[in-house]
């Protein structure tokens, strides 16, 4: 593609001015947020690999795939204030990619108010937009506490959907209230289930899992990690097997069970050279010299 301006739902994505706007009101995004947000526009008709964003974003800089969850994270909380906090789509294994129904790609003489910045975004509830709109804006500004507060205050006006739920989840572990983060991961599980997503409903019960086990509730969380394998049973291997054999293994670790705490870990490193997710191989590779 070549234009400058992107218009989708009630938003217009301006290179130029590199601007992120909704109904014609800029929001705020770090610069690496918006050229990610705009790698994945221009390119929203394939599925984006993960080591082409790292190498786009981070050229030259050695970065673990843990900076790139977080910047989708940020993208995603500016997309919700529009509704479309699913626009970015994770695809496991292979990477994201940018989609919704219809995108309209501008060219530079087509003038910005062209198209009516009252528009309804995408699949968004009158409830949904409103009422998370101050939560996501706060979490896209890493303000945890005032995205705490605002996820709480949205979930009185309608229950938040399994996404919200879990960036209300990362917020508070963001501002290092492991407690509060309980509530909002075990109904993003539940509602990550309904919807038949047993990898996200791994995803957050592992995240459970890791709590608990900080707060030396061990029994919790091996229920947890028990429910994590279910969830993963039959799908094919990726992160959140990895994912899952690192948390068993520090369960071990934790309980002074070493051969098989060492067990685990390298099931975490080999799932980690496998898929080469250096994060994973890394973290099996600490706690199996730990068990050591």
Same mark, same amino acid.
């Given at each position: 593609?070549?234009?400058?301006? !992107?218009?989708?739902?009630?938003?217009?994505?301006?290179? &130029?001015?590199?601007?992120?706007?909704?109904?014609?009101?800029?929001?705020?995004?770090?610069?690496?947020?918006?050229?990610?947000?705009?790698?994945?526009?221009?390119?929203? &008709?394939?599925?984006?690999?993960?080591?082409?964003?790292?190498?786009?974003?981070?050229?030259?800089?050695?970065?673990?795939?843990?900076?790139?969850? $977080?910047?989708?994270?940020?993208?995603?909380?500016?997309?919700?204030?529009?509704?479309?906090?699913?626009?970015?789509? %994770?695809?496991?294994? $292979?990477?994201?990619?940018?989609?919704?129904?219809?995108?309209?790609?501008?060219?530079?003489?087509?003038?910005?108010?062209?198209? @009516? !910045?009252?528009?309804?975004?995408?699949?968004?509830?009158?409830?949904?937009?409103?009422?998370?709109?101050?939560?996501?804006?706060?979490?896209?500004?890493?303000?945890?506490?005032?995205?705490?507060?605002?996820?709480?205050?949205?979930?009185?006006?309608?229950?938040?959907?399994?996404?919200?739920?879990?960036?209300?989840? %990362?917020?508070?572990?963001?501002?290092?209230?492991?407690?509060?983060?309980?509530?909002?991961?075990?109904?993003?599980?539940?509602?990550?289930?309904?919807?038949?997503?047993?990898?996200?409903?791994? $995803?957050?019960?592992?995240?459970?899992?890791?709590?608990?086990?900080?707060?030396?509730?061990?029994?919790?969380?091996?229920?947890?990690?028990?429910?994590?394998?279910?969830?993963?049973?039959?799908? @094919?291997?990726?992160?959140?097997?990895?994912?899952?054999?690192?948390?068993?293994?520090?369960?071990?670790?934790?309980?002074?069970?070493?051969?098989?705490?060492?067990?685990? /870990?390298?099931?975490?490193?080999?799932?980690?050279? /496998?898929?080469?997710?250096?994060?994973?191989?890394?973290?099996?590779?600490?706690?199996?010299?730990?068990?050591?």
């Amino acid at each position: 593609m070549t234009t400058s301006v !992107h218009r989708f739902a009630a938003f217009e994505l301006d290179r &130029d001015c590199r601007a992120l706007r909704l109904k014609g009101r800029e929001v705020s995004l770090q610069p690496l947020i918006f050229d990610l947000l705009w790698h994945l526009v221009e390119n929203q &008709d394939r599925v984006v690999s993960k080591e082409e964003l790292l190498d786009t974003l981070w050229s030259g800089v050695i970065v673990t795939e843990s900076s790139l969850q $977080r910047a989708v994270s940020l993208a995603r909380a500016a997309l919700q204030q529009g509704g479309l906090g699913e626009a970015i789509r %994770n695809y496991a294994r $292979r990477g994201y990619r940018f989609h919704i129904d219809a995108l309209e790609p501008v060219t530079d003489a087509t003038p910005h108010d062209a198209t @009516p !910045h009252d528009a309804t975004p995408h699949d968004a509830t009158p409830h949904e937009t409103s009422a998370t709109t101050g939560a996501d804006r706060c979490f896209a500004h890493a303000q945890w506490k005032a995205a705490m507060q605002g996820f709480a205050e949205a979930d009185r006006v309608a229950p938040l959907d399994a996404e919200s739920l879990e960036r209300w989840a %990362n917020a508070a572990l963001y501002a290092g209230d492991l407690a509060s983060a309980v509530l909002p991961l075990e109904r993003a599980a539940v509602s990550y289930s309904s919807r038949g997503e047993h990898e996200a409903a791994a $995803r957050v019960t592992i995240g459970l899992a890791r709590i608990q086990l900080e707060s030396l509730n061990v029994a919790v969380a091996q229920g947890c990690l028990r429910r994590a394998t279910r969830l993963l049973s039959g799908l @094919p291997r990726g992160e959140q097997h990895g994912f899952l054999a690192w948390m068993t293994a520090r369960l071990y670790l934790n309980n002074g069970d070493l051969p098989e705490a060492i067990r685990y /870990a390298l099931e975490a490193r080999d799932i980690g050279r /496998a898929l080469q997710n250096t994060d994973i191989e890394t973290m099996g590779l600490l706690l199996w010299g730990i068990g050591l």
